[in-house]
């Protein structure tokens, strides 16, 4: 609409311009009746110009011609537009027709560069497979050979470490025989001390020296007794007591006895407060663990 009034500016300019004159003859060409005076009244009679017939058809036959004229430079402007179109279609026509032969010479041309590439690279790819390959035949034998070689090594190897764990067996087997002649005997050295030892101490613990000793122990025992209540009269008691050179007192314990648990635990008490306990006349005599019956005079 916008664009049907840019081109025909003209011409709606002078329709509007006789329509405005038709209307404006018609108002004043129209009969007026004459006021009916009013008494006493002193105005002046208003002068109307009456319009003719004619003129009417005057002005009817302009606007007529004044359209018809309006409506021939439409046809011509519209004639001229379409003919303008028609160039302009045919222009833009001839250049889609360059564009579409420009562009199919553009990919005619990417569609030779690529199948250029394309071969070209199916020529590098070729050639890479092919070194590749033969990258992997070197290395293959490579690895082959390395393998061997390996597996010589490995083969001098296992046979050098059996033949000294051979050697290594033999030379423990001797040791190990030679170490239990010497174990067995220092076993029977050791048998025969035990032996000997044992008879001794036997022949000691029966000795009178032997029993005066466990006497003064159990001497001194009794003095640091403190007796309980519950301690009847003929009690006896059996304590082990382990001893170290110093003659003190590292551990205690009643064998048997008839008291009571007060009573056991008195003489234990008894036993720690004796430490250290007398030595015996004879160096000899002395034994880490020794057993004497605790027997207070009732």
């Given at each position: 609409?916008?664009?049907?009034?840019?081109?025909?500016?003209?011409?709606?300019?002078?329709?509007?311009?006789?329509?405005?004159?038709?209307?404006?003859?018609?108002?004043v060409?129209?009969?007026r009746?004459?006021?009916?005076?009013?008494?006493?009244?002193?105005?002046?009679?208003?002068?109307?110009r009456?319009?003719?017939e004619?003129?009417?058809?005057?002005?009817?036959?302009?606007?007529?011609?004044?359209?018809?004229?309006?409506?021939?430079?439409?046809?011509?402007?519209?004639?001229?537009?379409?003919?303008?179109?028609?160039?302009?279609?045919?222009?833009?026509?001839?250049?889609?027709?360059?564009?579409?032969?420009?562009?199919?010479?553009?990919?005619?041309?990417?569609?030779?560069?690529?199948?250029?590439e394309?071969?070209?690279?199916?020529?590098?790819?070729?050639?890479?497979?092919?070194?590749?390959?033969?990258?992997?035949?070197?290395?293959?034998?490579?690895?082959?050979?390395?393998?061997?070689?390996?597996?010589?090594?490995a083969?001098?190897?296992?046979?050098?470490?059996?033949?000294?764990?051979?050697?290594?067996?033999?030379?423990?087997?001797?040791?190990?025989?030679?170490?239990?002649?010497?174990?067995?005997?220092?076993?029977?050295?050791?048998l025969a001390?035990?032996?000997?030892?044992?008879?001794?101490?036997?022949?000691?613990?029966?000795?009178?020296?032997?029993?005066?000793?466990?006497?003064?122990?159990?001497d001194?025992?009794?003095?640091?007794?403190?007796?309980?209540?519950?301690?009847?009269?003929?009690?006896?008691?059996?304590?082990?007591?382990?001893?170290?050179?110093?003659?003190?007192?590292?551990?205690?314990?009643?064998?048997?006895?008839?008291?009571?648990?007060?009573?056991?635990?008195?003489?234990?008490?008894?036993?720690?407060?004796?430490?250290?306990?007398?030595?015996?006349?004879?160096?000899?005599?002395?034994?880490?663990?020794?057993v004497?019956?605790?027997?207070?005079?009732?």
């Open positions: 609409m916008l664009e049907f009034a840019r081109e025909h500016k003209v011409g709606l300019v002078i329709a509007g311009i006789l329509h405005v004159v038709l209307f404006v003859l018609l108002i060409g129209l009969p009746r004459a006021p009916v005076p009013e008494t006493g009244s002193s105005r002046p009679p208003v002068q109307a009456a319009v003719s004619a003129d009417l058809q005057s002005a009817r036959q302009r606007q007529v011609d004044a359209r018809e004229a309006e409506q021939r430079r439409q046809r011509e402007a519209e004639a001229r537009r379409q003919e303008e179109a028609e160039r302009q279609r045919a222009a833009e026509l001839r250049q889609q027709q360059e564009r579409e032969e420009a562009e199919q010479r553009v990919q005619a041309q990417a569609e030779q560069r690529a199948a250029e394309r071969r070209q690279a199916e020529e590098a790819r070729r050639a890479e497979v092919a070194r590749k390959a033969e990258e992997a035949r070197k290395a293959e034998e490579a690895r082959k050979a390395e393998q061997a070689k390996r597996e010589a090594e083969r001098a190897q296992a046979e050098a470490e059996a033949r000294r764990q051979a050697e290594e067996a033999a030379r423990i087997a001797a040791a190990r025989e030679a170490a239990e002649a010497r174990a067995r005997e220092e076993a029977q050295q050791q001390a035990q032996i000997e030892s044992e008879q001794r101490r036997m022949q000691l613990q029966g000795s009178a020296a032997y029993a005066a000793w466990l006497g003064d122990i159990q001194q025992v009794t003095r640091h007794w403190n007796r309980p209540p519950s301690a009847r009269p003929g009690l006896e008691c059996e304590v082990r007591v382990a001893l170290i050179p110093g003659m003190q007192v590292v551990n205690a314990e009643i064998l048997r006895c008839n008291g009571d648990d007060v009573v056991r635990r008195s003489i234990l008490a008894a036993v720690e407060r004796a430490s250290p306990l007398p030595r015996p006349t004879d160096p000899a005599l002395f034994e880490r663990t020794i004497f019956v605790f027997k207070p005079q009732d």
